[in-house]
């Protein structure tokens, strides 16, 4: 292994917490072609128990560093290239741990366009830059004087000392060291300064928390500078960054004096690091001047824009890595199971949209109703349901939770009061990314003869049924459980939310002989092409019974069975343990057991209390150790467990069917529908989710609100706020808290924005209005932990 593949699996060791002999192990398991939910589920003795987390997390890095040797490789070979490569800028290329870096050495050798320092260079002006760096003593007018040539473009002294200046500039701006000093200085000192654009004021009226806005770019959160840099892209604000120096000003003038003082703190440090120093001579004025330009006009506007990008990639990942952690806890939502349901997607003019699916998620009958205005045929639609339901045994009616969502839930109240005899159970369920399914290639495919309208009824009807099943046919940023997901890097998003889906996917496992090609496309080593080959030979040989006929499969080989395997379940096929996940390369492990107990599979599995009295260690081999066995006496304990929560669903509060019915100190069940940042966005049945701030989550302080909530599951909230013609609904998961009545505020770590003279406006988020604030801090007199404030940007957030 040569020393670069050791570095990189050195700090890839560091970060993730492991030795590098487990990501050595990792690393050559996926450069095979391995999975990460292969490698997590069925190598833990080769990685050492690495889980799938920090797998993602090795394999990230790993391109980043792969991708920083070969940037290394480039530039040496360029410099050296130029015969400019010597022994100490070798060290410090092969010593650099990040990009920037990188590039801050690579910066003076880096080909370039004809600049002002190099015609000025080719002008002969090089030796009185240098003497006037060196000899201060000497006034720069008599020194310039000697380098007064008209043949070289210098006219005069003047134009020589420009010229001069400008070679110095383009010295200081490419002194590596300097600029990484300077970087991570303004990082720690500088704060972002928003104000709004002259005649902007009406037109970004929701901006208006931006118009005057202070925080420091180190510390502001990601969805905070998401909204930012979208108030700026918009054309609402401009963006300064700006160094704030230590100054004992006060009130007007605080932010002016810190901002000044910031920059001539940053000009002192150039100074320091060039070794000049201003003692009164004759030319310590010039170059003073020549240090204010290189940091005005070159370092702090390079530096500016790097920083800025820094700030934005760290708020990209933390807005994708909380999309990523909605979507999961939305896809390994509780499935309703094996049971008939009938679907209905609401509408009002357009009528309410019915499909019924079986047991299987087979679609077996449709149907348009229209209960609501204008036609208000309510009679004749639940004569029509309830024949539906009787035809086809249905138990379980899932109502979309669109437009008409309320009255199309009190229509399914009504058929259950109307008929009791059907044994109905109605649910309200989340139709978002329905309508893209609907119009997609694939629902063309799948319903080539059905209206894309009743389509979306049928995603409704089968997303009760197995969520994760559904939603794998809907890209995965249609579904819309994130924050800002159009503002950030679309590639990453991607690739991050398709890992999710993977990832869930293969926790639960796919039952090859009913899954959709879309599900088993999501399968570990499995690809659309191979997906639709295995549906398509189920299709023409009838069920697999063993996990062995894949490999009867076009293009599903050896390898590709490796990985795919142990999450394929066959149930009631020919070997009981092609239901389970144990792998299988590890039946001779299980034929082991076996041996040891004298039993047959079908008589062990599920016999909790003989197989916790089994050692693992009896059954190791040197392919399968301690963690591979204990892993398949769990699963012959419970074989196929599903590892979703149970099935359960809210009850919503009757009467409570609009904004208008909600009244402050009501406490009532709701769905959290999304989770960003700054709080849960939570369904309650009146067409407009309310929002809980972070800060009225718990009475303990919460940092992160999926420490207390996720995506899909039920809670109890008060009711505290409710604003009608914003139509805002403020709520707190506190349910002592009394609406009306400000709560003592919780520290906030890391302090909140600033305004003008350095005073903290208590931690705003997006778009909040001023005066609001909910309990983070800065709250005005009577507010509360779910401020209409917080609400109506937090939905005008989500809505974005």
Not at 3 to 22: F, N, S, V, Y
Not at 43 to 58: F, H, M, S, Y
Not at 110 to 136: F, H, M, N, S, V
Not at 745 to 763: F, L, N, S
Request: aromatic share 4%; hydrophobic share 40%; net charge neutral.
């Amino acid at each position: 292994m040569s020393p670069t593949e050791q570095r990189i699996l050195q700090q890839i060791a560091d970060i993730i917490g492991a030795k590098p002999a487990q990501v050595v192990a990792a690393v050559e398991l996926l450069d095979a072609g391995a999975t990460v939910p292969f490698v997590a589920r069925y190598r833990k003795e080769v990685t050492g128990g690495l889980d799938d987390i920090q797998l993602r997390a090795l394999e990230e890095r790993l391109g980043y560093l792969r991708e920083l040797e070969d940037r290394r490789a480039a530039i040496l070979a360029s410099i050296e290239e130029q015969g400019k490569l010597g022994d100490e800028l070798r060290r410090d290329i092969e010593a650099a741990d990040t990009k920037a870096r990188l590039e801050d050495l690579y910066l003076p050798y880096k080909p370039k366009r004809r600049t002002k320092a190099q015609i000025a260079r080719e002008a002969g002006l090089a030796p009185l830059a240098d003497a006037l760096r060196a000899d201060p003593s000497r006034t720069p007018e008599e020194q310039a004087a000697a380098y007064v040539d008209a043949d070289q473009g210098v006219a005069d002294a003047k134009a020589a000392l420009d010229g001069a200046r400008a070679i110095v500039i383009e010295e200081i701006a490419e002194d590596a060291s300097l600029v990484g000093e300077l970087r991570e200085w303004l990082w720690t000192r500088g704060e972002l300064h928003a104000r709004v654009v002259e005649g902007k004021e009406s037109e970004g009226a929701k901006y208006s928390d931006y118009f005057d806005h202070a925080e420091s770019v180190a510390k502001i959160p990601s969805h905070r500078l998401l909204a930012l840099l979208r108030a700026r892209n918009e054309g609402i604000v401009a963006i300064d960054l700006v160094p704030m120096g230590r100054t004992e000003a006060g009130g007007e003038d605080a932010r002016k004096e810190a901002v000044k003082a910031g920059h001539a703190e940053a000009i002192g440090r150039i100074a320091a690091h060039q070794r000049i120093h201003e003692q009164g001579r004759p030319g310590d004025a010039w170059l003073r001047d020549t240090l204010r330009h290189a940091w005005m006009y070159k370092l702090h506007l390079g530096l500016g824009l790097d920083l800025m990008l820094r700030a934005r990639e760290a708020a990209e990942e933390e807005a994708i890595r909380v999309f990523g952690d909605n979507l999961k806890d939305l896809m390994m939502a509780a499935p309703a199971g094996p049971k008939a349901v009938l679907g209905l997607d609401p509408g009002l003019r357009t009528g309410v949209k019915v499909a019924v699916v079986d047991a299987t998620g087979k679609l077996v009958d449709t149907a348009t109703i229209y209960p609501h205005a204008p036609k208000n045929q309510w009679d004749a639609s639940l004569a029509q349901l309830a024949k539906l339901a009787a035809a086809h045994d249905v138990r379980l009616v899932a109502i979309g939770n669109g437009t008409a969502s309320r009255e199309t839930d009190r229509l399914a109240g009504d058929l259950i009061k109307r008929h009791p005899e059907l044994k109905l159970q109605k649910l309200v369920v989340s139709e978002a990314g329905a309508s893209v399914y609907s119009a997609s290639e694939l629902a063309s495919k799948e319903f080539p003869d059905i209206d894309v309208s009743l389509r979306g009824a049928v995603s409704i009807a089968r997303r009760l049924q197995d969520p994760l099943a559904e939603l794998v046919k809907i890209e995965p940023k249609a579904i819309g459980v994130g924050q800002y997901q159009h503002d950030v890097n679309q590639s990453r998003l991607a690739k991050a939310l398709e890992a999710r889906v993977e990832d869930c996917v293969n926790a639960v496992g796919v039952e090859v002989n009913t899954a959709s090609a879309p599900l088993l496309a999501r399968v570990a080593g499995l690809n659309p092409t191979v997906a639709e080959n295995i549906v398509a030979h189920r299709d023409a040989n009838g069920a697999f019974r063993s996990r062995r006929e894949l490999l009867k499969v076009p293009r599903l080989g050896e390898k590709t069975f490796e990985q795919c395997a142990g999450f394929l379940r066959i149930a009631n096929g020919s070997d009981p343990l092609d239901a389970s996940s144990v792998h299988p390369e590890a039946y001779p492990v299980v034929k082991r057991i076996l041996e040891h107990c004298g039993r047959e599979v079908r008589q062990v599995i599920g016999d909790s209390g003989f197989l916790r009295g089994l050692r693992p260690e009896q059954f190791t081999d040197e392919r399968f150790g301690v963690p591979t066995v204990r892993d398949i006496l769990a699963e012959l304990e419970k074989p196929g467990r599903d590892p979703r929560p149970e099935f359960r669903t809210a009850t919503f509060a009757e009467g409570v069917e609009d904004i208008r019915d909600l009244k402050p100190g009501m406490v009532l069940e709701g769905v959290v529908s999304n989770v960003a940042a700054f709080g849960a966005f939570i369904d309650l049945g009146v067409h407009q989710d309310g929002l809980v701030h972070v800060s009225a989550l718990s009475n303990r302080f919460v940092k992160d609100p999926r420490e207390v909530v996720k995506a899909g599951d039920i809670v109890k909230v008060k009711v505290m706020e409710v604003d009608l013609p914003r139509k805002r609904i403020g709520l707190s998961m506190r349910l002592d808290d009394t609406p009306g009545e400000a709560r003592e505020p919780r520290a906030r770590e890391g302090g909140g924005p600033r305004r003008p003279g350095g005073t903290p406006t208590g931690g705003r988020d997006p778009g909040a209005r001023r005066g609001g604030g909910g309990s983070t801090g800065g709250t005005k007199p009577g507010a509360t932990p779910g401020s209409n404030a917080l609400a109506d940007a937090f939905a005008r957030a989500k809505r974005n």
